[in-house]
C-alpha cells in the first residue's frame, strides 16, 4: 500500500491540475504523396495535431522544440499561461493549431517501421508537413500568428521566407536566422556520434535500445541548456550537482532512438540566412540573455535583423530564475511583451 499511495497521488494530482481548453479536438491529418528534400517520397505522411477554439476566428500556428510535442505545448507553463481566457492568445478568441513535427508524437516517424530507412527530414519538410496541414487539412488560408519555441523558432524563421505574406506576425524563440554552426552544431555532433559508434545501435536495427541514446539524452540538456545561474542555484556543491546527474540517469529513456537521433540531425542544413529580405510579416525575436545554443554575445541577431523591415528583439534578462536555452518554455517571461506587441 505504501508504494502504490505516492502513484496514486500522482494520477489524481495530473487530473486535478489538467487544463480544461475551449473546443480541444485532436487528430492524424494524411498528407498524400509527401516528398521530403532528398526527393524521397512517402505516399502517406500522418501529421499528428491539436486544434483549440472555433476554426472561424484567426488561426494562430503554435511549433514546438526538438523532442517535444504538441501535447507538451499545452502544460501550465506554456499553454496555461497563453490559452485560457483573458490571456494573451485566448482560445475563446483565437483558433490555435498545434502540430506534431515529422519524427515525433502521432505524426510519421522512424519508429512506425521504417527504422534507418525512414526519409531522412529537415526542418524544411516539417515546415512544409506544417503548411499542408494548414491549408490543405485545416482549410486556413491566412495566419494571424507563427510563434515557435526553439527548433519551432526555427521553423517560425522559414515560415518567414518560405511562405512570405501567410502570416501577419511571426514571432520566434530561442533561436537565431542563421546557419546552424558553433557550440550549437557541435553538442548535436555528439548525439549523432554517440548513438551512430555504439555497437548496439546496428546500422539502426537495434534488438532494444542502444544505452548511448538514453545517455545523451541526459547530457546534452546539461551542456546546452538550464542557465549558468539557474545551475548554479540549484547545484552549488558536487553533492547536489551528482544528485540531479543521478536522477536524470536513473530516469528509463521514454523515445526511440531512431527517432531521437533523426531529430537532432535534421538541424544540420537550417540555414534561413540568405532569404530573410523576403519575409513580410512583422517579426518579434524572444530569445533570453542566457541561452546556451543562441548566445546573444555573438552579435548574429543584431546583424540579422536589420535585413527585415519590420523586427525587434526582447531579450530576456538572465537570473537564477531563469534556464538557459529553457527560458521561454515559460511563456511568463514574455506573455505581456507578446500581447503589446500585437496591440501595436
Known amino acids: 500500500m505504501k508504494k502504490i499511495l505516492p502513484a496514486l497521488l500522482a494520477v489524481i494530482s495530473s487530473f486535478c491540475f489538467a487544463i480544461d481548453y ?3 479536438k485532436e487528430g492524424v491529418w494524411i498528407a498524400k504523396d509527401f516528398q521530403f528534400h532528398t526527393g524521397e517520397t512517402l505516399k502517406e505522411a500522418k501529421i499528428g495535431y491539436i486544434t ?3 476554426p472561424s476566428n484567426p488561426a494562430v500556428l503554435i511549433l514546438h522544440g526538438t523532442a517535444g510535442t504538441a501535447k507538451g505545448m499545452l502544460g501550465k507553463d506554456f499553454g496555461g499561461e497563453l490559452f485560457q481566457a483573458g490571456q494573451p492568445l485566448d482560445a475563446n478568441s483565437y483558433f490555435i493549431i498545434i502540430p506534431d513535427a515529422i519524427g515525433v508524437g502521432k505524426s510519421s516517424k522512424p519508429s512506425d517501421g ?4 525512414f526519409p531522412r527530414y529537415n526542418y524544411s519538410d516539417m515546415v512544409q508537413a506544417q503548411y499542408r496541414l494548414v491549408t490543405e487539412g485545416l482549410g486556413i488560408k491566412h495566419l494571424k500568428l507563427v510563434l515557435g519555441n526553439s527548433m519551432g523558432g526555427m521553423q517560425t524563421w522559414l515560415w518567414g521566407t518560405n511562405y512570405p505574406g501567410y502570416a501577419d506576425y511571426l514571432a520566434p524563440m530561442a533561436s537565431t536566422p542563421s546557419a546552424m554552426s558553433g557550440r550549437n552544431w557541435m553538442m548535436r555532433r555528439f548525439i549523432s556520434e554517440s548513438i551512430r559508434r555504439d555497437p548496439t545501435w546496428n546500422g539502426g536495427n537495434y534488438e ?3 544505452k548511448s541514446a538514453h545517455f545523451a539524452s541526459v547530457f546534452y540538456p546539461f551542456a546546452t541548456s538550464g542557465g549558468n545561474q539557474h545551475l548554479q542555484f540549484l547545484a552549488p556543491n ?3 550537482a551528482d544528485a540531479i546527474v543521478n536522477e536524470r540517469l536513473n530516469t528509463p529513456l521514454s523515445m526511440d532512438a531512431n527517432d531521437f537521433l533523426y531529430q537532432w540531425e535534421s538541424s544540420r542544413d537550417f540555414n534561413p540566412g540568405p532569404d530573410l529580405e523576403k519575409i513580410k510579416a512583422k517579426v518579434l525575436v524572444i530569445n533570453s540573455a542566457d541561452d546556451e545554443r543562441n548566445p546573444p554575445e555573438l552579435g548574429i541577431m543584431q546583424k540579422e535583423l536589420k535585413r527585415i523591415k519590420s523586427a525587434e528583439l526582447y531579450l530576456i534578462p538572465a ?11 515559460q511563456a511568463k517571461w514574455w506573455k505581456d511583451k507578446l500581447s503589446q506587441w500585437m496591440a501595436k
Open 22 to 24: 475551449p473546443n480541444q
Open 52 to 54: 483549440l477554439g472555433d
Open 114 to 117: 521504417m527504422k534507418a530507412q
Open 208 to 210: 532494444t535500445q542502444p
Open 238 to 240: 558536487s553533492e547536489k
Open 319 to 329: 537570473s537564477e530564475q531563469t534556464l538557459g536555452h529553457s527560458t521561454t518554455g
